[in-house]
């Protein structure tokens, strides 16, 4: 089982940046492709970044491409999330996700094992 919790989330300018962070429990951290999504109230929780087990490949919602970067640190169990570039629109809940299988160009919610809780990130104008 593996334990997900954000953090890193808040309140920024657009314009600004914010690194999101998900610490994550549980010693198969390094066997599980790793995701970003998002949920703004009232909409379906959306896709932003995936990685493969290594941090060798990437994909990304094309709404955050050339902005946000995700990343992982497998030995110290973190996944991350750069934020660049804010705009309004990436006003949402943010959540970090273990997915089952390999890595997917658009990997749905439904191949999501496990979810944190979510961080807030807030943009303002």
């Known amino acids: 089982q593996v334990q997900l919790v954000e953090s890193g989330g808040g309140l920024v300018q657009a314009g600004g940046s914010l690194r999101l962070s998900c610490a994550a429990s549980?010693?198969?951290?390094?066997?599980?492709?790793m995701g970003w999504f998002r949920q703004v109230p009232g909409k379906e929780r959306e896709f932003v970044g995936a990685?493969?087990?290594?941090?060798?490949?990437?994909y990304y919602a094309d709404s955050v491409k050339g902005r946000f970067t995700i990343s992982r640190d497998n030995a110290k169990n973190t996944l991350y999330l750069q934020m660049n570039s804010l705009k309004r629109e990436d006003t949402a809940v943010y959540y970090c996700?273990?997915?089952?299988?390999?890595?997917?160009?658009?990997?749905?919610?439904?191949?999501?094992?496990?979810w944190g809780k979510g961080t807030l990130v807030t943009v303002s104008s």
């Open positions: 549980g010693r198969t951290f390094g066997s599980y492709v």
């Open positions: 996700a273990a997915l089952r299988g390999g890595l997917t160009t658009t990997p749905m919610t439904t191949s999501v094992d496990y």
């Open positions: 990685i493969n087990w290594l941090g060798s490949r990437t």
